[in-house]
């Protein structure tokens, strides 16, 4: 990553992660910013996740809960899904010995790229109840968002980035994240499995 606000001779680390459906409705990202690398003085080592949105900061929690339905703007697009356990893998890897990735760049991707009727699939078999991908539109999935009371700037970046979806930007598989591990990444049935109570409907309350 390049950026003005890199202090000459302390280079910094960028750590991106592209996970999918945590708890949270609001989008997070389990990184640093770039003033706090630079204040520990990290070497330069990039980990850079695609695609940058997913997979821990997806915000259809409620969609899925509420609707059994996952609603974007991402036409057929697919995305190539990363657990954010695996770049937490990799970054520990790193850590541990960072002379061996000196001045290394990584683009880390999960190991297939899925459409969003995929996703749904293996949320239907892992619920145990048929969940549907209902493709939205862009000012329909703005309004939806604005529903939801979410702040403007994010709705905005949201509605581009899964719009980006359409156009082929997350579905990219690069192998340098099973390189880095030593293993296959996990899978998003991997994920959906150990993560599945996230979107377990609430039981109705007792009488």
């Known amino acids: ?41 990290v ?34 697009g697919r995305a190539a899904f990363i657990d954010v356990r695996d770049l937490g893998d990799v970054a520990a890897t790193v850590f541990a010995n960072p002379g061996a990735h000196r001045g290394a760049g990584y683009t880390l991707t999960g190991s297939q790229a899925v459409d969003f009727e995929e996703v749904a699939a293996v949320l239907t078999r892992e619920l145990g109840r048929p969940i549907r991908y209902q493709p939205a539109g862009v000012l329909s999935y703005l309004r939806h968002l604005k529903g939801q009371g979410l702040p403007a700037a994010q709705v905005l970046v949201q509605t581009i980035l899964h719009t980006g979806l359409r156009r082929g930007q997350a579905q990219r598989v690069d192998p340098t994240l099973a390189s880095l591990l030593g293993h296959r990444p996990r899978t998003l049935d991997q994920y959906v499995h150990d993560h599945r109570t996230t979107w377990s409907t609430p039981a109705p309350a007792s009488p």
């Open 43 to 76: 070497p330069t080592r990039t980990l850079r996740g695609m695609p940058d949105e997913f997979i821990d900061g997806m915000a259809v929690r409620a969609d899925i809960i509420g609707d059994d339905r996952i609603y974007l703007p991402a036409g057929r």
């Open 1 to 41: 990553m390049t950026g003005s606000s890199e202090t000459p001779g302390k280079p910094c680390t960028d750590l991106r992660s592209s996970s999918l459906m945590s708890p949270a409705r609001i989008w997070v990202s389990p990184s640093r910013s770039r003033n706090e690398v630079v204040a520990l003085r």
